[in-house]
């Protein structure tokens, strides 16, 4: 599910909003997406429900749709932390974005958060993966994650 071209280190962005476009846009580029205005519509859907920020840094936003055709998680880190949404006030230095399609998915979501936050608990590997500069070097911290998925 963690794709290489999904993984973006050290970006200078700067909200929510700029986040989610911007790999919205690279899951419609790399082909994982059948509708990516669609895909973005659930992300903020579930976004709506309760925030996405889960502490350390990091937030998980996700979209379950048949939007997606094929799942993949996301990670991009930025440059500067920023408020990740006002209900929690969390400055965000992380985020995971995962897309699953609505059918024959029902637990894939929740597998690859769980896969996600088991790692995330781990102060050292945070620690790592907030220091890559480069996408490659978080990709392959990250493709730990994808084995613990399988």
Known sequence: MVREELIFAKQALSSRAAVIEFIAAAA???GVLADKSEFVKAVYRREEEIST????????????????????IAFMSVEKPFIWDEVTGDEIRGIFLIGVP????????????????????NDEFRAE????EKSADAYKILHEIDESIK
């Open 28 to 30: 419609d580029k790399a």
């Open 53 to 72: 920020s889960i502490g350390h840094g990091i937030s998980i936003p996700h979209g379950k749709t048949d939007a997606v055709k094929e799942a993949f």
């Open 102 to 121: 609505e059918s024959g998915a029902a637990t894939l979501h929740l597998k690859a958060i769980a896969a996600i936050s088991k790692k995330l608990i």
């Open 129 to 132: 993966l907030f220091a890559c």
